[in-house]
């Protein structure tokens, strides 16, 4: 297996310092099929790179696991990723960004690692006028504090409230997106947030399943507050940055896309194209075992 | 650690076979808080007896994982509570029970092991006049086919319709165990079971996270359908074997419980007083590590 002959490498090892490495894959990982919401904004802004993306389905949720644990398990899976050969790696899991992103860039510098929470925290900071801004997302997000951290230190002056939504995680897995039952979900978390005077006026989508409630969302809070997902502003990010880096792959040719999960690739493929905003069969998911990297 | 010394012994070792046995406890696993409600059911029908109760949280939700994978979760939980000294195990997790119940007999023979399925199945056939039973489960369960199975071992002539509920764990984590959206979210996977002439006349709760609902699927159903709680029903298997067995514990004291998880005692503290019933507290739950067993 591949993953056996990366543990005694080191990073730089694998890290082609040339002109080949714009035309390595974006490496993604998340805990399952969210962050394929991420991996449908990376492929919208940038169409000419090849993806490879890694749902740890075996360990998923991580949103109610200790950090430590969400650390290892993130180590892991990018030095996986490593191994598979990649330029740039993409956190596309809150709970991981929010923990684990210091680590993994200590562990494998020089590879760039981008999350998904500091370009939501400046995007929520940039669209809200008033300063008063809402994060939802999955209980371990929230009580990590990472967005309000972010944000503060983006906009010190601002004004952030954070609600744990973790029915909207198995609403959005059970595609149960729209509809009565979803409204009344999203009321309860978030009437006493937004039904005062003087209430937020931007609402950052703090975990990867959200986007897919979209719809909800907006009907619920109304027109007037801004909705920051942060998988769209990750995107806008990465494409900024492989631009200044010169990192876009030039080369041409059709882009790739490998989907690894590391348990049941039948479920993987029958939720995650809702995510994805795309078609793909169980055919099409590699199962990869994690336990030997690290 | 002590499961470090276990590693290397057979279960023959662990298990004395004398009359000290009757005093040891009982040792549950579950991948997380829902197996608390069978051992609430066990605390009531067996108060003389100890209790060491596992919620394997790191690796949790088992509902949506590989059988693989957590047969080989099952045989590590199992594999440490030996090492902590147990007459009896109890798989208080139907994901688990479905798919490990054989390789748990043969690993760790002459140790007993109950899962809740076969008593859930039993209790549902016996209350069932028509012989129209309906199980509600997760994906794990209801795809895994164990319940269709079991029933049908049982009482070959039921009519067996099962359902996968996913959203009802997420709204007893959430401790939403009433109101309208709970309704309404029953309403939404039941009614065109129950709605219907000549519905099922049985309910069996196939999730150890369900019993918590009950008030709401009661409200739902109507009353003239049986739920059997395959937690109550457990319990009752349980008391009679180790009545016939002539193991319950005679010696009088204080009976103990123990609680183990393998990540966030916070949360295991948090959300665990409402599926067992009593209040502890995150310093009564002990932090322990699978990694090393097995």
Chains 1, 2 share one sequence.
Not at 55 to 62: C, F, I, K, S
Not at 201 to 215: A, E, I, N, Q, S
Request: net charge neutral.
């Amino acid at each position: 297996m591949s993953q056996g002959s990366s543990v005694s490498k080191t990073a730089s090892e694998f890290f082609p310092m040339t002109s080949d490495r714009a035309s390595l894959p974006i490496g993604i990982f998340d805990s399952g099929v969210g962050g394929l919401t991420v991996l449908r904004s990376l492929r919208e802004q940038l169409p000419q790179e090849s993806f490879i993306y890694l749902g740890d389905t075996a360990r998923l949720p991580y949103g109610t696991k200790s950090g430590a644990s969400v650390v290892r398990y993130s180590l892991q899976a990018a030095q996986f990723l490593l191994g598979r050969g990649i330029k740039y790696l993409v956190i596309a899991c809150n709970t991981a960004s929010a923990v684990a992103v210091e680590a993994l860039r200590q562990r494998f510098a020089p590879l760039p690692v981008l999350g998904v929470i500091e370009p939501g925290a400046v995007a929520g900071c940039a669209a809200s006028l008033a300063g008063r801004i809402a994060v939802i997302a999955t209980e371990g997000t929230v009580n990590g504090g990472a967005y309000q951290r972010a944000i503060a230190a983006v906009r010190p002056d601002a004004r952030v409230v954070a609600r744990a939504c973790s029915l909207f995680v198995a609403l959005a897995e059970e595609g149960w997106t729209t509809g009565e039952i979803t409204e009344r979900v999203a009321h309860r978390y978030l009437d006493d947030i937004f039904g005062v005077p003087e209430g937020p006026d931007t609402l950052v989508l703090g975990c990867t399943h959200f986007p897919v409630l979209l719809d909800t969302l907006r009907q619920v809070v109304g027109p007037a507050v801004a909705i920051v997902d942060s998988a769209h502003t990750t995107a806008l990010q990465l494409r900024a940055t492989l631009t200044a880096q010169g990192l876009l792959n030039r080369r041409g040719g059709t882009p790739t896309l490998q989907l690894l999960a590391t348990d049941g690739p039948e479920r993987f493929a029958r939720v995650g194209p809702r995510f994805l905003g795309a078609a793909f069969s169980a055919s099409a998911v590699e199962l990869v075992d994690l336990s030997a990297a690290i």
